[in-house]
């Protein structure tokens, strides 16, 4: 059986609406020169991106019983991502964003608290859910105000234990968390993917390498700090670098950049390709990703990806 690639975290939609004129409250209408509906959340982005590179993708996240719903179940579908594992809460709204897109391509967001984006639990995350999996991907820590450290903790050293390797996402904190408050859970993570202004946020360093060896100190086996349109830096116990980005990337959304960056490196390590190589994959992904509206919409199969590769990497 081939094996899987199990991804947790948030599945939503998102309505976009561009341009958004503030002088709506003012006016009772504005008009906007396009109104989309899309899939969206962590989790559901990077499993998108991975089904689409052709990997076999589980998806465990969230859902209500809601036509919202319905729209990401079809998504998944069609996509061939596999949902057995997506836990169903009746009483609650699907998560749906609206996203207010400005001229200059500044957004405003309205969420809704009470939906499914945020009641992820550790309880969501019993049962057998690791059989065939070869990779677990958790995205996003810091989303989900249920899971704190011991939650992931407990979901990392279960996946370790059975010999899944453990890839972790991050978004902002939110209650000034540190490095030190989730050292349990980090100890456990064998990839991490933060972004540069995550991570100086949670380890209070500013400088690449520092930044990374805070993060090694707390046991994570190899570090991959996002650093957008100037590509990413990665570190482990033996060694670092820096991979550039794909150059001259024309950008018109960045929204699921990192996620489609995530699945990137993860793709390629379930390739088992190395390091260099991995990180070229996930500078391909992020680039495609930016190129389009939406988060994973830029990116269409492996070989388009493989083609930018090619180009830009020099092995």
């Known amino acids: ?23 709506v409250f003012e006016t009772g209408s504005s008009p906007a020169d396009a109104i989309t509906m899309r899939t969206g959340g962590d989790a559901l982005n990077e499993a998108t991106v991975l089904a689409k590179l052709g990997r076999n993708v589980r998806l465990l996240t969230v859902l209500g019983s809601d036509p919202a719903s319905e729209i990401i179940r079809g998504h998944c579908r069609k996509y061939g991502i596999g949902l057995e594992l997506a836990r169903t809460e009746p009483g609650v709204d699907t998560g749906i964003n609206v996203v207010l897109v400005k001229e200059n ?22 049962g057998e859910l690791f059989r065939d999996v070869k990779i677990l991907c958790f995205a996003s820590i810091f989303v989900f105000p249920r899971l704190g450290n011991a939650e992931m903790e407990r979901l990392f ?18 209650n000034g968390e540190t490095a030190e408050d989730i050292r349990g859970a980090l100890a456990c993570v064998d990839y991490l993917f933060p972004n540069y202004e995550e991570a100086v946020l949670v380890t209070g360093k500013r400088e690449l390498h520092e930044i990374a060896d805070t993060f090694l100190d707390c046991g994570v086996g190899n570090v991959v700090i996002k650093c ?25 959304d960045t929204t699921g950049a990192g996620d489609s960056f995530a699945a ?23 680039a495609l990703a930016v190129q389009k509206m939406g988060a994973a919409e ?15 990497h020099s092995p």
């Open 228 to 252: 957008g349109d100037k590509g990413c830096f990665v570190k482990n116990r033996e060694m670092f670098f820096t991979s550039p980005a794909v150059p001259g990337v024309p950008c018109v």
């Open 1 to 23: 059986m081939k094996e899987k690639i199990l991804v947790v975290g948030a599945a939503i939609l998102d309505v976009l609406a561009e341009p958004a004129d503030e002088h």
């Open 298 to 312: 830029g990116i269409d199969n492996i070989v388009q990806v493989e083609n930018v590769v090619k180009k830009y």
């Open 264 to 286: 990137g490196f993860v793709y390629a390590l379930s390739e088992k390709m190395d390091l260099q190589t991995a990180a070229a994959y996930a500078n391909a992904c992020g």
């Open 157 to 174: 050293q279960r996946a370790k234990k059975q010999g899944v390797l453990v890839c972790a996402d991050m978004t902002k904190r939110k």
């Open 105 to 126: 391509g500044e957004r405003s967001f309205l969420t809704n608290p009470h939906g499914t984006l945020r009641v992820l639990s550790g309880e969501h995350l019993e």
